[in-house]
């Protein structure tokens, strides 16, 4: 008959074997987990460079189509630029016999005839100034920058006294903020403030007084330039018109003009890295933004 010592040893004995086995299914579970976080990080990987390879095929794609898009707007604006430059020698003849129409015949015309001749006369007019405006965006797009730093508030006081001078009945209050320095292509900069300017001073033609203001604002983090007045405004829903060329949102016979001017000051901004918007109320003046890249 075993003795309670022998009893004893045997369940120790037991209580090893069980507790071993146990020991062995905790390290084969942390094993199996292993193992399995193993195919798991490898499935992952591959995940991850399956997107790499479509995001670079994109990149690829992006670049392929931006190439594109580049050498198409090349040949569109040397498109633009030859036929533009070719159809001023035949509007030019136009021109030429109409004043000699105007100059030799006109008494001799029946007021039909005189009327006629006059609409003809100011129509090529009004073609050679938009012909002089494409080619003026094609060059703005080929002509390097030459970047240097001038006084923005200057130049708006010069621009405004010469409309002044020009019209000198006629109640104005400027407010310029002074001291506005930055670093641009002075004659381009020049032609995007002479254009917003009198932009500005047409349209408050029938103000009393007429307000137009320069200075700068923060939006969004980053300073902006703009250049307000009061007068004529326009509805926003058309603001999209604004830069495209020959849109207008008034008739040629309220507000004289080719449509073109603010696609050139557009395309010049850009050229300069920044961007233009437009801000207005019908009847309540307009407000025009523009920045800046360094």
């Not at 309670?4 to 299914?25: C, F, P």
């Not at 030429?96 to 090529?124: C, G, H, K, V």
Request: aromatic share 6%; net charge negative.
């Amino acid at each position: 008959m075993p003795s309670e010592m022998d009893i004893t040893k045997k369940k120790l004995a037991e209580a090893e074997e069980m507790n071993q086995a146990l020991r062995k299914g905790q390290v084969d579970a942390v094993i199996g987990e292993k193992s399995v976080s193993m195919v798991r990080l490898r499935e992952v990987e591959q995940e991850l460079k399956d997107r790499q390879d479509e995001l670079e095929r994109k990149h690829a794609e992006l670049v392929h189509r931006t190439e594109e898009l580049e050498r198409a707007n090349e040949e569109l604006e040397s498109f633009s630029y030859a036929v533009s430059h070719d159809l001023r020698g035949p509007l030019r003849h136009i021109r030429s016999f109409a004043e000699i129409l105007n100059e030799d015949f006109r008494e001799q015309m029946p007021p039909e005839a005189r009327e006629y001749l006059d609409r003809m006369s100011s129509a090529a007019e009004l073609m050679s100034d938009q012909i002089g405006q494409i080619l003026d965006i094609s060059r703005v797009s080929r002509m390097e920058l030459e970047r240097r730093e001038i006084d923005l508030s200057a130049m708006a006081n010069q621009i405004l006294e010469r409309f002044r001078a020009a019209e000198p009945d006629r109640s104005v209050e400027l407010t310029i903020e002074p001291g506005l320095k930055i670093t641009c292509d002075h004659a381009l900069i020049g032609r995007v403030m002479e254009n917003l300017l009198s932009n500005a001073w047409k349209y408050t033609n029938s103000r009393r007084p007429a307000r137009i203001s320069l200075g700068t604002e923060k939006r969004e983090g980053h300073s902006a330039y703009v250049i307000r007045d009061n007068g004529t405004g326009f509805d926003m829903k058309y603001a999209d018109r604004l830069f495209t060329p020959f849109q207008r949102l008034h008739s040629e016979q309220e507000f004289g003009g080719t449509g073109v001017g603010l696609s050139v000051v557009q395309r010049i901004i850009h050229r300069h890295g920044g961007t233009i918007w437009a801000e207005s109320t019908p009847g309540e003046g307009a407000a025009f933004y523009f920045t800046l890249g360094k």
